[in-house]
Every structure is written in structure tokens, then in C-alpha cells.
């Protein structure tokens, strides 16, 4: 559906973002897919998504499987500054998956969240791990 864009920011390696991108696609919508460990993130993007989703920059690191302890990045006192410079170096940093549409942004953990920002929804889910959703 064209007239109901939706973006999706994605890491093909990780369920949660899988289940949000087929979720999507089960309500009839052929999301645009972006897969940010290959583009990378820009500075004014993820200041954007992070405002758009009413999230801190702290808020939007993931902590498993990056460098984020390893940087320092985990302290309540780290600056946007760096945060922003090391998220823009190793986009792995950034949490998955956000989810871009007309009714908002929001990082879609759980999957499920991503319902809130659809318009029409599917009549129900399977997860990758056998949960059924019905919305």
C-alpha cells in the first residue's frame, strides 16, 4: 500500500526484526526495507528517529551482542555527542528494529509494538518461535 508508506530499519540476523518486517507484510503492506548494517545511519537520522520516537539516544543503544560496554557507552553520563559518533562508526549499536509510518516511529521491541503504528493489522501471527499473535 503505497498511500501508507512504511519503513522498516532492519538487521536480517536478529527474530524480533524478522517477525516486525513479516508482521508488516501479513497485514498487506510491502514495507520498505532498510537494512542499516549495510547503509550505516547518519548523525541527523538517528536524531530524527530517536526525537520522532520520543526516545533518548541512550535509549536506543543495544547493549547485546555490540561494542557498547566495550566504548563506554553504557554510563548514565555519556553525552549525545559520543553516543551519536560511535552509533554512526558501528551501526550495530543501534537497536532494531524502528519502524517508520504515518502514525509515528517507535522501536518495535516487542514485535508486537508495531501494530500500533499500522492502520489495518492481521487477522493473526506466528512468530518465529511458534507464539500467536492476534492483534
Not at 508508506?5 to 527474530?15: D, S, V, Y
Not at 554510563?75 to 519502524?99: F, Y
Request: with cysteine; net charge negative; hydrophobic share 45%.
Amino acid at each position: 500500500m503505497s498511500d501508507f508508506p512504511i519503513t522498516i530499519f532492519h538487521n536480517p540476523a536478529c527474530g524480533t526484526s524478522r517477525n516486525v518486517v513479516a508482521m508488516v507484510e501479513a497485514a498487506g503492506y510491502a514495507p520498505r526495507v532498510v537494512e542499516y548494517l549495510n547503509v550505516g545511519w547518519t548523525r541527523e537520522q538517528l536524531v530524527d528517529l530517536s526525537a520522532r520516537a520520543g526516545l533518548s539516544l541512550h535509549d536506543l543503544i543495544r547493549e547485546k551482542g555490540t561494542p557498547a560496554q566495550a566504548l563506554g557507552l553504557l554510563a548514565a553520563d555519556v553525552s549525545d555527542e559520543r553516543i551519536l559518533e560511535a552509533m554512526t562508526a558501528h551501526p550495530i549499536l543501534v537497536n532494531r528494529p524502528i519502524v517508520v509510518t504515518p502514525r509515528g516511529v517507535a522501536l518495535c521491541r516487542p514485535s508486537e509494538a508495531v501494530l500500533d503504528l499500522l492502520e489495518q493489522r492481521p487477522s493473526s501471527f506466528t512468530k518465529e518461535d511458534g507464539e500467536v499473535v492476534i492483534p
